[in-house]
Each structure stands twice: as structure tokens, then as C-alpha cells.
């Protein structure tokens, strides 16, 4: 079985070429069990949508998005 550290924060940005759209997956800091899962205007940050997800289900959401285009970003970049 695979332990989920709590203390570890969850902070991955994922870009596609081509899209309007930034996700934003992040530790919510009221509940370590918990992430937010945004998506939002790169152009204006607005948020677009909105999940609330269990911690141990980040790696699907990550895989999830991979598969739509999606990949990973060091930094948030502004169009």
C-alpha cells in the first residue's frame, strides 16, 4: 500500500498548446485529505471550472488531463 504524506504540498500547473486554458491542481489548505482542481483563462485567470478532488485521486486527474493535450509547466505563463 502507497502512504500519501499530507505535509507534502500539491502545487502542478498544466498547459496545452494551443488552449485558452491553464489547470491548476493545489493542496487545500483547509483539508490535507482534499485538492483543488481549477481550470482558468490564461488570459485573464478567471476560473472556469472547478473540482473538488481526494488527494489520492491527483495522479488520475493528472493522467486524465495528459491524455486531453495537457502537459505539465514549471511556471504559469502569461499570454
Request: proline share 0%; hydrophobic share 50%.
Given at each position: 500500500m502507497n502512504k500519501t504524506n499530507l505535509a507534502e504540498k500539491i502545487d502542478v500547473k498544466m498547459r496545452k498548446k494551443g488552449s485558452p486554458?491553464?489547470?491548476v491542481i493545489a493542496s487545500d489548505p483547509a483539508d490535507l485529505h482534499f485538492c483543488n482542481v481549477e481550470l482558468?483563462?490564461?488570459k485573464t485567470g478567471a476560473v472556469v471550472g472547478r473540482?473538488?478532488?481526494?488527494r489520492s485521486d491527483v495522479q488520475?486527474?493528472?493522467s486524465m488531463y495528459r491524455r486531453d493535450g495537457f502537459h505539465p509547466v514549471a511556471?504559469?505563463?502569461q499570454v
Open positions: 486554458h491553464l489547470v482558468r483563462k490564461l473540482h473538488y478532488i481526494l488520475s486527474f493528472v511556471e504559469e505563463v
